[in-house]
């Protein structure tokens, strides 16, 4: 579910631009399309036992808010699963970021 999913920006989006990552989210918010979206990929919290988007905050962020446009239409995004310690989590997050757009046209 989507409400079991942390976003921790400071480890994992270091340097994002709220103001860009605000408009995004509700860009994706406006414009869902499953079809457009990769899975958001988490990595599980060893220190909380909770789950933490490493690479789709825009992803979560514009689920969110779609929900609260649309109360029940997002309950849960695909996501992969990052297995590794913070350190492996950081370095896929940081490469995952800056490798590849987030969404595509079809």
């Known amino acids: 579910p989507i409400d079991a999913i942390d976003a921790d920006e400071a480890r994992f989006q270091p ?5 860009f990552g605000s408009a995004e989210a509700e860009r994706i918010a ?5 079809a ?15 789950d933490v988007v490493v690479s789709g905050h825009h992803r979560l962020a514009g ?18 699963r990052h297995v590794g310690d913070e350190a492996s989590a950081r370095a ?3 490469n995952a970021n800056n490798a590849r757009p987030q969404t595509f046209d079809q």
Do not use: C, H, M, Q
């Open 15 to 19: 340097g994002s631009r709220s103001a």
């Open 30 to 34: 406006a414009e869902w399309d499953w």
């Open 36 to 50: 457009k979206y990769d899975p958001i990929t988490v990595w599980r919290d060893p220190a909380t036992g909770r």
């Open 92 to 94: 896929f997050a940081f």
């Open 63 to 80: 689920a969110r808010r779609r929900n609260e446009l649309a109360p029940g239409s997002i309950a849960a995004l695909p996501a992969k």
